[in-house]
Nanobody
Framework: VQLQASGGGLVHPGGSLRLFCAAS????????MGWFRQAPGKELEFVSA????????AYTESVKGRFTISGDNAKSTVYLQMDSLKPEDTAVYFC??????????????????WGQGTQVTVSS
């Protein structure tokens, strides 16, 4: 499975961005799609995930109510709508996928496929 992330950019605090992750190849192996982020000098952090078969989603506490994950199964594409962005959301965002079905887990090691990162900068 190959993953292509896009949609990052520079936005003011309080603004919005929408990230895209397009999957190709053996997409039937990608049962859960997720987003992680890594800020400078910090560890990789789980952000959100979506399970394709039932639409169940998961979010890290700091983005609940501000970020929304969704997907288009026909296009094998996952979206991360980010609203009310804060400077602390600044990071490189990575799209990932796993063969497993557990959507609530935040362990990056459980993800099997990774895309390249897309930079999100929230600054005035």
């Amino acid at each position: 499975v190959q993953l292509q992330a896009s949609g990052g950019g520079l936005v003011h605090p309080g603004g919005s961005l929408r990230l895209f992750c397009a999957a190709s190849g053996r997409t039937s192996s990608a049962n859960v799609m997720g987003w992680f982020r890594q800020a400078p000098g910090k560890e990789l952090e789980f952000v959100s995930a979506l399970r394709w078969n039932d639409g169940r989603t998961a979010y890290t506490e700091s983005v609940k109510g501000r970020f929304t994950i969704s997907g288009d199964n026909a296009k094998s594409t996952v979206y991360l709508q980010m609203d009310s962005l804060k400077p602390e959301d600044t990071a490189v965002y990575f799209c990932a996928a796993k063969r497993g079905y557990y959507v609530d887990g935040d362990d990056a090691a459980r993800y099997d496929y990774w895309g390249q990162g897309t930079q999100v900068t929230v600054s005035s």
